[in-house]
């Protein structure tokens, strides 16, 4: 079946613009989770929702950041008035409820902010 | 707060060698370790490890965890250009957020032919 889906691939943004990034998980898989790589680093978390429960929104690095998960499914990350330290490769994964190991990633969008 | 520190940052060898990446953590409540392999932009699960002394292996991949020293090896036998990748390490703690990983910072592995 189809993997997890992100987009758009590349946007690229002025400074203090608002961004929406989407993201469709595999088709079944109740938890969702949201990361954010800078050039040179590894994953950072940003949230994780699980089912119906309340999401993990620990890793958010300011209120300008929010996700939010529609019917369980879609998944959109949003960023208000974008800065240029926001410039980073999101990536969206998705896993079956449990194996959280096993987690499946999208192939990520790009965000330049100019 | 949770910390995955892996060594070293980058390496270069040629194909047939044997590689060690290192993974080590400091967290509290630990769950698992797990490492993936990055290529391009999204990255595959390899092992999770939870118990000490374990080995867990795949091929010419294979991982231990050391619970008491707080890190964990992945080594590569015979190396081929298409392990070229980065290696990323994560744990995975208890606490109220069952699926949060915190990841290391990767190793770039990159193979001569």
């Known amino acids: 079946g189809a993997g997890v889906s992100q987009s758009p691939s590349n946007k690229v943004t002025e400074k203090g613009k608002d961004v929406e990034l989407r993201c469709d998980p595999i088709?079944?898989?109740?938890?969702l989770y949201w990361y954010r790589q800078s050039l040179g680093q590894g994953l950072e978390f940003l949230i994780y929702?699980?089912?119906?429960?309340?999401?993990?929104k620990s890793g958010l690095p300011s209120d300008r950041f929010s996700a939010e998960r529609t019917g369980g499914s879609v998944s959109t990350l949003t960023i208000q008035r974008t800065q240029q330290e926001d410039s980073a490769v999101y990536l969206c994964?998705?896993?079956?409820?449990?194996?959280?190991?096993?987690?499946?990633f999208g192939p990520g969008t790009r965000l330049t902010v100019t | 707060e949770d910390k995955v520190v892996q060594s070293p940052l980058s390496l270069v060898v040629h194909e047939g060698d044997t590689v060690t990446l290192n993974c080590s953590y400091e967290?509290?409540?630990?769950?698992?370790l797990l490492w993936y392999k990055q290529e391009k932009k999204a990255p595959t699960f390899l092992f999770m490890l939870?118990?000490?002394?374990i080995e867990k292996k795949s091929g010419r991949l294979s991982s231990i965890l050391d619970k008491k020293e707080l890190f964990s090896i992945l080594n590569i036998t015979a190396t081929q250009t298409g392990d070229s990748a980065i290696y990323l390490c994560?744990?995975?703690?208890?606490?109220?957020?069952?699926?949060?990983?915190?990841f290391g910072q990767g190793t770039i592995l990159t193979v001569h032919p």
């Open positions: 929702f699980q089912g119906n429960s309340a999401p993990d």
């Open positions: 994560a744990i995975n703690a208890g606490g109220t957020s069952y699926g949060k990983l915190t």
């Open positions: 088709s079944g898989h109740t938890a």
């Open positions: 967290v509290t409540n630990f769950r698992s």
């Open positions: 939870t118990s000490s002394g």
């Open positions: 994964a998705s896993s079956l409820d449990g194996r959280f190991y096993e987690q499946y």
